[in-house]
């Protein structure tokens, strides 16, 4: 989300982006919370994914990103509603339309807005998560003499 904030609208690809449309307190709130979500997704697939196989890992990642696309718009419509009131109260999400979206996310073939793109960063990061494992945590407190 932070190489996409610092582009601006002044990248062809996102000057269309609603990101734009928003006030700087909107954009940072929209950013903030991103992130929050960016890094609780990160977490929630490292610290349940770590100890399992490859395969259960990747597998396991995949679902969790998957559900992550088809949950977020709802989260994010409801940070929309409190920016901007006159926005009814409503369902975003519905049944899965689009069953290979996340994949679509993945390989950035989607949409080119902000949105999508840096869903599929949140995927290849949830991807990799799993795999940080506590050895490497380990043998660095071990290296710099920590317990």
Do not use: C
Request: glycine share 6%; net charge positive; proline share 5%.
């Amino acid at each position: 989300m932070a190489v996409f904030f610092v582009l601006g609208s002044n990248t062809p690809m996102y000057s269309q982006d609603s990101f734009f449309d928003l006030t700087l307190w909107g954009q940072l709130g929209l950013a903030l919370l991103s992130l929050s979500l960016f890094s609780l997704m990160v977490f929630i697939s490292w610290a349940t994914l770590r100890r399992r196989s490859i395969g259960a890992r990747i597998f396991g990642a995949l679902i969790l990103f998957a559900l992550f696309v088809w949950a977020s718009p709802q989260i994010y419509y409801m940070y929309y509603r409190v920016i901007i009131p006159d926005l009814p109260m409503q369902w975003v999400i519905w049944n899965l339309r689009e069953p290979f979206k996340a994949l679509q996310m993945l390989v950035f073939q989607y949409r080119p807005n902000l949105s999508a793109h840096s869903q599929g960063i949140l995927g290849w990061v949830m991807l990799v998560a799993p795999f940080l494992g506590v050895r490497a945590l380990r043998t660095r407190k071990s290296k710099s003499g920590g317990v």
